[in-house]
């Protein structure tokens, strides 16, 4: 199993900065794809930043030119810049990666635990 652990999260206020990273181990032969998905009260989890395998990049139109989406394939871990924060990206940010465990498996979906984001006004 791939396990996925976060951190950086905190409260910030308005126009501040974060970063977030989060590390995967465990049973990993290759990950395909790391991202971030947010989830604010009250509303549904939502993707905001992803990257691929090849380094190609899609982030969600509201974080465009604030967030970067980066990743260190030695060390299994993705990380999230966010500049500019506005109190509308107060939320709990989850890690998510798309890996396999063996040559051949199937790739699966796992998750981050969580790690709560707030911004201030």
């Known amino acids: 199993q791939v396990q996925l652990v976060e951190s950086g999260g905190g409260l910030v206020q308005a126009g501040g900065s974060l970063r977030l990273s989060c590390a995967a181990s465990g049973k990993i032969f290759s990950i395909n794809a790391m991202g971030w998905y947010r989830q604010a009260p009250g509303k549904q989890r939502e993707l905001v930043a992803v990257v691929i395998s090849g380094g190609n990049t899609n982030y969600a139109e509201p974080v465009k030119g604030r967030f970067t989406i980066s990743r260190d394939d030695a060390k299994n871990t993705v990380y999230l810049q966010m500049n500019t924060l506005k109190p509308e990206d107060t939320a709990v940010y989850y890690c998510?990666?798309?890996?396999?465990?063996?040559?051949?498996?199937?790739?699966?979906?796992?998750w981050g635990q969580g790690t709560q984001v707030t911004v201030s006004s």
């Open positions: 998510n990666a798309v890996a396999t465990v063996s040559s051949g498996s199937s790739r699966y979906r796992y």
